[in-house]
């Protein structure tokens, strides 16, 4: 394996091109293994942060769909007595218009 161009050029010491590969200082063995740790670390925090608001919106989509049922529970039972109220009008109308008319009927005779 040969270094690449940048790293070749780049004179440091915790980082040497070799034949093989690379080698690294025990600092810099340190920081990569460092970095490792910090990264795993971080995935945990961020998998159980979205286990959290996974948790979250399975809530709110319950809530969501019980208010859902709430609302069309309410709207079909204010049809029904909105239903039931025009029936009513129209016997009471239908009435109305019965005695109106014998009403009228018999003062024309």
Known sequence: MTCLPVTATVKTPDVKCTA??????????QDVVT?????KEAVKILRHGLTDLNAEISAQAEDTRRQLTELKQELAAERKRYNVAIRRSRGQ?????IILGIT???TAR
């Open 20 to 29: 093989g590969g690379y080698l690294l200082s025990e600092q810099a063995m």
């Open 104 to 106: 009228v009927n018999s």
């Open 93 to 97: 109308g239908l009435l109305i218009g």
């Open 35 to 39: 970095g490792w740790t910090a990264d």
